[in-house]
């Protein structure tokens, strides 16, 4: 089976409710990648609401073991934003993973980001309008 590390914001949302309903997207997302065989880890599948987030140092462990041990890593980024997900990212290239990048544009993506699909062969940057969009590809395959 193979692994995969999806990485997302969860506390740079403006409201309970945003995170509420984007974790339903993302749950839906790991629903998918579960049925097609994959083995899912995402830290925002562990939590109610922001408040019931790790602390950074407890996440970053957690974090680093799950991401050495993924065959893969996923990242969506919906919009700009500062989180950690893009820190689990740099991870993700030091230990040499197959990243795939989902935005729903490139120029979202923080500058230095916007090119790593032609910088690194291992990556992959994939435009879409959002995780539903995705869910709807995975489910009309």
């Known amino acids: ?20 309903q984007y974790k339903t997207e993302v749950r839906d997302l790991v629903s998918l990648l579960t049925a097609e065989g994959y083995e899912v880890f995402s830290e925002i599948c562990t939590v109610s609401t922001s408040a019931d ?18 065959d893969a890593f996923i990242i969506h980024y919906p919009k700009p934003m500062a989180t950690s997900a893009l820190i689990e990212l740099g991870m993700a290239i030091g230990f040499k993973k197959k990243i ?17 699909d032609k910088l690194f062969d291992s990556v992959e940057i994939v435009e879409v309008p959002n995780l539903d969009f995705v869910n709807q590809v995975f489910k009309n395959r």
């Open 1 to 20: 089976m193979n692994k995969i590390f999806l990485a997302t914001p969860i506390l740079a949302f403006n409201s309970n409710e945003e995170l509420q």
């Open 100 to 116: 795939l990048i989902i935005t729903p544009e490139r120029k979202v993506l923080p500058k230095g980001i916007t090119n790593w």
């Open 53 to 70: 987030y790790d602390s950074p140092a407890d996440a970053l462990k957690i974090d680093m073991a799950e991401i050495e041990k993924a």
